[in-house]
Every structure is written in C-alpha cells, then in structure tokens.
C-alpha cells in the first residue's frame, strides 16, 4: 500500500505534527505499508486560491501544471490521510484550499450530466486526523456532524472513495486531555491498518 500524508497545520511543534509522526511511525512498522510519502502544505508554501481568469480557466483546472506533482501523489496513493486541526467548525483554509484546487473536474470526477458524477477515484481509502480545542462530541451535537458530511460525502464520497475512517479528538488544549492515549490510539492503527 502507497499512503499520502497530507498535513495541514502551520506549526511543526503542533500537537497536529505529532499526530503525524505517530501515523510515520506506524506506518513503518507496517508490512502492508510500501512508502509513505507527505506534502506538508505550510511547509511547501502551497498556494490555495483559486484563481479563474483568461489564462486559467476552472474547465481546466485538471491540467494545471503548477499541480501536477500533487495530482501525480493523488493518484500514486492507495490510501489519503489529511491531518489537521478542526478550526471554527471545519478544517483550515489551507485544506481546504488543497481540496478546491486538486479535487478537480476530470481528474477526481466526471460529470456525466446525472445526479453524481462518477468518481474518478475510486479503489482508495481515506483518513480525516483532527484535534480541536473544543469538546469531542461538539461537532457532532451542535455542528449536525458538518465536518464528517463535508469529508465523508461532499469530497470523499463525490470521487468515488467509499471508506473513510474518522479520528476526531476534542479537548486537546486541557491538560487532562490524554493526548498521550490518543497519539498512541492513530499510532496503533496505522501499524495494523491493511487498507
């Protein structure tokens, strides 16, 4: 299995970053796991507006070459996890940018003129890491679950990929958080996961 990280936090000190060693570490202890591969979106200086002008059209978007080594990683990936924190009810700006501009037309779906396009990337599996400041069940309870219907259906589940798994940790910036536990929880999957 071929597995990209892709991390979205502006700070290498981040409990975020943390999560992220813990699923290399994993990772490598893997027999399932071939190469891992991370774009690290602050790091790289990822630009995530769009722009739509006489030069770069949104029909087009899928040619971008400023993108294509992204596109290739998309594509080289059995398995996509994002990790990042959960800011105002929703990942940040810079994932969110990174989905606008590579989940694009022609290369993550199709429009077929029906109600769904075929999703172009089927045969993958995804996982959401997210740590938050507030309490683990408020985007579930008071958000209606915005931020699992936004990764599981209106991305994942639009390109065609079906299994999604879910970490979201709440209550990280209190000291009783068992943040160790929870580190220790993604690490373990990551060794075991098989797909």
């Given amino acids: 299995m071929n597995m990209l990280l892709v991390y979205a936090h ?12 813990e699923v290399l570490r994993g990772a490598e202890e893997n027999q399932e796991v071939q190469e891992v591969r991370v774009l690290d979106l602050y790091e790289e200086g990822f630009n995530p507006v769009l722009v739509f002008n006489e030069d770069k059209r949104r029909r087009d978007m899928h040619l971008d070459p400023e993108l294509a080594r992204h596109r290739e990683l998309l594509i080289w990936a059995d398995k996509i996890v994002l990790i990042y924190p ?5 990942p940040p700006a810079m994932m969110m940018g990174f989905i606008d501009r590579m989940f694009a ?12 396009p075929e999703g172009l ?3 993958k599996t995804a996982v959401c890491i997210s740590v938050m400041k507030g309490p683990t069940g ?5 958000m209606g679950n915005a931020h699992q219907v936004l990764m599981r259906r209106a991305l994942f589940g639009y390109v065609g990929i ?8 709440g209550g990280m910036e209190k000291p009783q958080g068992k943040q160790k536990q929870k580190l220790e929880k993604v690490y373990r999957y990551f060794r075991d996961v098989a797909q």
Avoid: C, T
């Fill in 138 to 142: 408020y985007l579930r309870l008071l």
């Fill in 162 to 169: 079906k299994k999604v798994k879910f970490f979201e940790f």
């Fill in 86 to 90: 959960i800011w105002w009810g929703r």
């Fill in 10 to 21: 502006p700070n290498h000190k981040s409990l975020s970053y943390s999560f992220m060693q």
């Fill in 105 to 116: 037309s022609k290369f993550a779906y199709l429009d077929k003129g029906g109600l769904m």
């Fill in 121 to 123: 990337l089927k045969g």
